[in-house]
């Protein structure tokens, strides 16, 4: 039997070119490179990213060695969410978003048989958004757009933001939404609870202003990844369907949807570190809403995808239709074994070990 091919849909990637593009032009939009010991974090405009650029962010040698040790075939790779840069103005939002999109076209290029990217866009000017959008994915080919979990103080259901969902119909690629690194007080930050507790949390009111604020209702053709394995989604979503119908009426939902009804216009990834929650999440939403993340290459990544998701003993229909994500991506031709750094595949019958 052949194995099934193994997508890993939630990882990140700053290439060279951004990084070099950022240090050569950045200080006109506001962004620039801050040298700190050993070091080097961004600033965008007066805010530091919360991590440096940690070296595996843009290695690609190691990325690809990483991917062969964990079984993975192909990696959508995304920006880093630090890098969203929703507080820059419109035109400096659009150059931030243009060069990482860029970089991004840059890797798949000199490695089309491993990878495929999703775009950045400046959502706090949703029209410039939907621009870099359309450019993105019919002049670089990007299958995939990534968003913040909100807006700046704006809700994912805010009306102004139309334009790019329409966008995202119109071309037909998935929205991925992954929380930001946001300022937040000490009591938040100790503890690294900013990115436990904080980032689940974010997903969560990014998903319930999809699903209550009508959003998924007004635009019926959206395929909307939460990272993250959805935030408390699976475990909350009794609560967001009492509240569909329990909140008082100037709070009550907008659109004629419970969140359950909702649940298969959604995906979720993998990325849980606990079998039981991960087991958990195929009962409520079914292994075709599942697909495989790894977070890479950041702290809470995990460091065994593949293992991970056979841990939980799906059936062989439900493992392959979990790596190849192929309901959310369509399908994903695999690496030819003459396709650059293509991985050596397993004998027939067997698994990747990752």
């Keep these: 039997m052949t194995a099934p091919l193994v997508v890993d849909v939630h990882a990140h990637h700053v290439g060279d070119p951004a990084v070099e593009r950022i240090r050569e032009e950045g200080a006109e939009y506001g962004v620039r490179l801050v040298e700190q010991g050993p070091v080097t974090r961004v600033e965008v405009a007066g805010r530091l990213t919360g991590l440096p650029l940690i070296p595996p962010l843009s290695d690609v040698a190691a990325r690809l060695a990483w991917m062969d040790a964990a079984g993975v075939d192909v990696q959508l790779v995304a920006p880093w969410m630090d890098l969203a840069g929703y507080h820059l103005d419109g035109p400096a939002g659009l150059w931030l978003a243009r060069v990482q999109n860029d970089a991004l076209a840059a890797l798949v290029s000199a ?16 029209e410039l958004a939907a621009q870099e959008l359309r450019r993105a994915v019919r002049d670089l080919d990007h299958r995939a757009v990534q968003i913040g979990a ?14 790019f969902w329409a966008a995202a119909e119109e071309l037909d690629v998935p929205v991925v939404v992954h929380p930001a ?7 938040v930050r100790r ?17 319930a202003a999809l699903m209550l604020g009508g959003v998924l209702e007004r635009h019926p053709r959206l395929r909307v990844l939460l990272v993250h394995g959805g935030g408390f989604v699976p475990y909350q979503i009794g609560r967001l369907d009492r509240g569909f119908t329990a909140a008082p009426p100037p709070v009550r939902a907008k659109g004629a949807l419970r969140p ?22 195929v009962d409520v939403v079914g292994a075709e809403r599942v697909v495989l993340g790894s977070d890479y290459p950041f702290p809470m990544r995990l460091d065994r995808p593949v293992e991970a998701v056979d841990a939980i003993a799906l059936t062989d229909a439900e493992r392959a239709t979990v790596l190849a994500a192929a309901g959310l991506l369509g399908k994903v031709s695999p690496p030819s074994p003459s396709s650059p750094s293509a991985p050596r595949r397993p004998a027939p019958g067997a698994r990747w070990s990752a």
Aim: aromatic residues 6%; without cysteine; hydrophobic residues 45%.
């Design 260 to 281: 359950r009804q909702l649940l298969d216009r959604l995906w979720f990834d993998s990325v849980l570190h606990d079998d039981g929650a991960l087991r958990h999440l």
């Design 111 to 126: 490695h089309p048989g491993r990878f495929r990217a999703a775009a950045a866009v400046p959502l706090q000017q949703p």
């Design 150 to 163: 909100r807006v700046n103080e704006l809700g994912l259901d805010d009306p102004g933001l139309a334009v």
């Design 181 to 187: 690194e946001l300022e937040v007080p000490e009591r």
């Design 191 to 207: 503890l690294f609870l900013h990115i436990l507790v904080g980032n689940p949390s974010e997903t969560t009111y990014a998903a």
